[in-house]
């Protein structure tokens, strides 16, 4: 079965980097694009970044444009969030996540001084 398995999160001061990593298995990873979103208290999921499958095309929410990149590593069926000059406002679960409705368990990504 899809498993996605997310590792990486925790808590960071502002101004600081996480790489979180989502560990793919139980299907063809190279043939699909993947997803991070995320998810703040009190606020709706939303979609954070994407990236497509060979051509490694992304796209990114502006709110982390220039700050978080995305890519992955089809060998290891892996997908990597980095995530540079980090802001309170990035505090929030983060979700790994495959077309249509596969999910990972989600890891929280704290930002505080």
């Known amino acids: 079965q899809v498993q996605l398995v997310e590792s990486g999160g925790g808590l960071v001061q502002p101004g600081g980097s996480l790489r979180l990593s989502c560990a793919a298995s139980?299907?063809?990873?190279?043939?699909?694009?993947m997803s991070w979103y995320r998810q703040a208290p009190g606020k709706e999921r939303e979609m954070v970044a994407e990236?497509?499958?060979?051509?490694?095309?992304?796209n990114y929410a502006d709110s982390v444009k220039g700050r978080f990149t995305i890519s992955r590593d089809n060998a290891k069926a892996t997908v990597y969030l980095q995530m540079d000059s980090l802001k309170p406002e990035d505090t929030a679960v983060y979700y790994c996540?495959?077309?249509?409705?596969?999910w990972g368990q989600g890891i929280q990504v704290t930002v505080s001084s």
């Open positions: 990236i497509s499958t060979y051509a490694g095309i992304t």
């Open positions: 996540r495959r077309p249509p409705t596969y």
């Open positions: 139980g299907f063809t990873f190279s043939t699909y694009a």
